[in-house]
């Protein structure tokens, strides 16, 4: 799978779990620890714009710290404009040929959409566990996702406080979604 159309595809799969957020689920917990609905969903569009601003060279050191809440009081109109703006701006010719500084380091284009995206699916899978909604995964981008992060988390950066939590151990027989979920340390004991 390439990076753009996973992303696309990603963008209208977490969107359809953040749609069916309604208002009173906001305060419902979440699989990521001390995050709300609400927080995980506004860390989900600061990513978006996180990213569309790495992309359009905007300044990014403060942007994720800047943005206290957006989510409003319609979750899918700010992920969806945030979404609109972004495929706007990693749809241009040249924007996945570039070399973008992320935090842990200069990385190709293709590869840093590739990591939000995977970012954005196991996020999406957060939101419909935590709204009881269908949070299968289509298996192509489980398997493009779990490919994409077994090469960039290295164990500094997992644990508490840290980007991602421990990995537990896939079950025998797993697929890709449950492989997936076991490395970014996801089980269905969090609720």
């Not at 992309?55 to 994720?64: G, I, K, R, Y």
């Not at 935590?130 to 995964?137: F, I, K, Y």
């Amino acid at each position: 799978m390439e990076a753009l159309p996973g992303y696309e595809q990603t963008l209208v799969w977490a969107g359809q779990r953040i749609a069916g957020v309604r208002p009173e689920d906001l305060d419902l917990a979440s699989p990521c620890r001390d995050w709300n609905v609400r927080a995980l969903v506004a860390h989900i569009v600061a990513g978006i714009w996180y990213f569309k601003a790495l992309a359009t060279d905007e300044p990014v050191a403060d942007l994720m710290r800047g943005l206290s809440d957006l989510v409003g009081d319609d979750p899918f109109a700010s992920y969806d404009r945030a979404g609109r703006s972004a495929l706007e701006v990693w749809r241009a010719p040249g924007a996945l040929d570039r070399s973008y500084v992320l935090p842990l380091g200069e990385r190709p284009g293709r590869e840093a959409l590739a990591i939000h995206q995977a970012d954005l699916l196991v996020h999406g899978w957060d939101v419909a566990e935590a709204t009881h909604q269908d949070s299968t995964m289509d298996p192509e981008l489980a398997a493009f996702s779990l490919e994409t992060l077994s090469g960039f988390i290295q164990p500094a950066m997992r644990g508490p406080g840290r980007a991602y939590a421990p990995a537990v151990a896939a079950g025998a027989g797993a697929d890709d979604e449950e492989r997936l979920l076991a490395f970014v340390g996801r089980t269905s004991a969090w609720r």
